[in-house]
């Protein structure tokens, strides 16, 4: 399963790019906000640090608009995923977009039926939110592994991008359940190696390595 950082703190992003924990970052209009930044700057500075797929979405409702933005955005660097929202007209964009051959993320998707759109209209991506479905009682995990399915029977290409994550159980399930990527905030990434027997483990080491006054340098 591939990790895509879903911020854009630029020293979170090098640190897990430095360790090869990073395959690509996905942002939104909050974490822009969040960032203080303007979009095409902070996202340029993404682009430049990460070879993967970075995706930037779109801020207008209309196809149009949405296209005009995306082509905009899409000059911004090769690897760059125009995000749009998983609406009628964010799948008339998603369509121009991918058939002109830039990268498509289609995002707010909470139903398998809104995910069979997203492939059929040529989605690089598709992001269906695990932890906003779980908010409302209802099971997030179920809709990839649905999704899954689905594109499996008919062989679509669309990556299925687990989105909305916010703990490392998400994780685990979503590799279980075969997401093709999970995009997690930089803290849950860095929770994924946190276990309380290692740093039990360890203590007892450290005790260990004090009492016999053992050396390596
Ligand atoms: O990838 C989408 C993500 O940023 C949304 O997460 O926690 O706001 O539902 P959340």
Redesign the pocket.
Known sequence: MKFFA?TADIDAIKELNDLGMVDGV???P??IKKSGRDIIDVTKEICDIVDGPVSAEVTAIDADTMIAEGRKLAKIADNIAVKVPLTWDGLKACKTLSDEGTMVNV?LCFSANQALLAAKAGATFI?P????LD?INLDGMELIEDIRTIYDNYMFDTQI?A????NVNHMKDAALVGADVA???PSVIQAMAKHVLTDNGLDAFLADIKAADIKIL
């Open positions: 879903d996905t942002t939104n909050s974490i995002t992001s939110f695990i932890g906003r908010d991008l989105a909305s994550i916010r995009t997690a905030p």
